[in-house]
Structure formats: C-alpha cells, structure tokens
C-alpha cells in the first residue's frame, strides 16, 4: 500500500482545465514575447486520460513499453505531462488496436515507417480481418445447424451420426504428386506447382484433386502431407494409388468440421473389425472454385482397412 500511493504521488491530481507551461526548448527570450495562448499546451495524465478515454495505468504502461512516453516529466516532484500533438498518437494507437495489431507493431508504425509499409500493413489486416468474419459466419452457420439438430433429437451429439460408411473396393488412380512437410494453409502455393506441371508434362487431368496424410499424429501447421492430382496417363504417373479395400465416407460441410468424418471412419472400422493398414486419404469433390459455399462442399475420405 505504501508502494502503490508512492506511485501515485508521481502524478498531478485529476482537475478540470489544462496548463500552461512554457516550452523549455525555446529561448527565454522569445518566451517573454509570446502570449498565453501561443505557449504549448500540455496536459496532467489525469486530463490525457480523461480525454482519450484510456486508462492512467494503460497510459503508464505505454510509458514503461516505449509507446507513448509523456512530453514532459517533472524534475521535481515526478508529474508526467502530454502534449496536444500526443493526442493525435494516442488516438492513433487506439484506432490500430482496434483494428488488431499487436503494441509492438505499433510501435514500429509510429517509428518513421514508410508511407508505403504503412498502407501495406493496413491492407493486409483488412484482409485479415475479413477471413476472420467469413470464418466467424461459417461457425455461425455451424452452430445454426447443430441447434436444430438438437432441438429435432434431443441429443447435443446427434451430428456426429449423420455419416454413412460403406466398405468399397478402391479402384487404383493415376497421380502426379508433391509431399512434404507443410501446414494445411499451405495447400495452395503447392498445388499451384503441381497444376503448372500439367501443360509442362502434357498430361491429362482426370479431376481428381486429393491429400494423403502420413503422419499418426496431426498437426496442422506441419504435418507429412502428399498434394495429388488425378491424370489419365499411367506412365506419365508419380505414382499410383494402390487399389484395395477401404473404408469411405463422404463429408458435408466446411473444412474445419473434416475431423468429425474422420472420427466416425475410425469408430466404424473398430466396430466392424478391421485394422488400418495404410494412409487416410480424400478427394475434393465439390469445393469453393464450383462456386459454392462451405455447407455445400463434399470431400470424400478413404481409409484402407485389412481384418484385424
């Protein structure tokens, strides 16, 4: 308690009205000359406060971090004060946080960054922020759904049944193909490299667009994953997708819901008996670049499955 009135101590009461101190740059000389109304007007932290509408103990953290230092401190008795230009920063750095960005970005805009770099980091955060509002009306959606389907069932885990799993004999397919270490936001750029080998290679897609997932365990910033694209010419092949015995079902719905087919695949394959034996794979078959919405994309997932 000691410490904390100590701390206060540091700063001017909170009152109505501003001061009026002469800026200490200047000559004593021009001070005398100047009026009142031209000295520079500052602001107790109290006031700063009260007007920016941030806290006293938001304002001393910006202190502490290097974001906005106060324009003046007194020797004597420790009063922070602020300028009247401090009050655009400060609604600055308001408007920024809004909008997202992290204190230390912040602090690198407000330190003579360029025009250009500027501009680009607003761009980029608009787009940021609009991926977060589709994905934000997605769950929305999601969460539409999973009410009515409780409201009809009475069960809170009733979407999780709504698979149909069926044993197929997997028909061999034809792929050229990329693997590597990646993260599932990384699709792009790779597929991308596969589509410009298409006319380079003069093979024939099939329209078959998959991923095979290796590793056990998932992580969706780096996982074993293997982009394919279906041709028609065995030869011209990276390789082929073995036939065999498998475990399929198809999802219904955005990517981010995929896991809930992949639990109901592997519930089933228990249930019924047969083992694993080799990676899960899927193949897009209705996406976004049909012109449709996430509710209306279907991925068909197979697993390959032996008796246990």
């Not at 780096?222 to 997708?241: M, N, T, W, Y």
């Amino acid at each position: 308690m000691i410490g904390r009135e100590k701390e206060k101590s540091l700063d001017p009461p909170l009152r109505a009205g501003i001061i009026l101190i002469p800026d200490p740059d200047q000559k004593a000389a021009r001070l005398k000359k100047q009026s009142a109304a031209e000295r520079s007007i500052m602001f107790t932290i109290g006031e700063f406060s009260r007007i920016c509408q941030v806290s006293i103990k938001t304002l001393r953290h910006y202190d502490k971090v290097g974001l906005l230092k106060p324009a003046k401190v007194d020797a004597l008795t420790g009063y922070r004060y602020y300028s009247q230009g401090q009050l655009e920063v400060m609604l600055l750095i308001q408007r920024l946080k809004r909008y997202g960005f992290p204190l230390e970005e912040i602090r690198g805009m407000l330190n003579g960054a360029e025009e250009k770099e500027l501009f680009s980091k607003l761009l980029r955060q608009k787009e940021k922020l609009l991926q977060q509002r589709q994905e934000t009306d997605q769950i929305l959606k999601e969460l539409t759904g999973h009410l009515r389907d409780f409201e009809r069932t009475g069960d809170i885990m009733g979407y999780q049944k709504k698979y149909e799993i069926q044993l197929v004999e997997a028909p061999e397919r034809n792929v050229i193909a990329s693997r590597q270490k990646m993260g599932v936001d990384e699709f792009g750029r790779y597929y991308e490299k596969l589509y410009k080998r298409v006319p380079e290679e003069k093979v024939t897609p099939n329209g078959m667009v998959g991923a095979v997932y290796y590793d056990e365990e998932f992580d969706r910033e780096c996982s074993d994953i293997e982009l394919v694209l279906g041709i028609r010419e065995k030869e011209k092949a990276d390789r082929i997708i073995e036939s065999g015995l498998c475990a399929r079902t198809v999802h219904k719905g955005a990517y981010s819901t995929l896991s809930e087919a992949y639990a109901a695949l592997v519930t089933w394959i228990k249930e019924q008996g047969y083992q694993c034996n080799g990676a899960p794979y899927e193949f897009y078959l209705k996406t976004q670049f049909d012109g449709l919405s996430p509710e209306e994309w279907e991925t068909e997932i197979y697993f390959p499955i032996e008796r246990e």
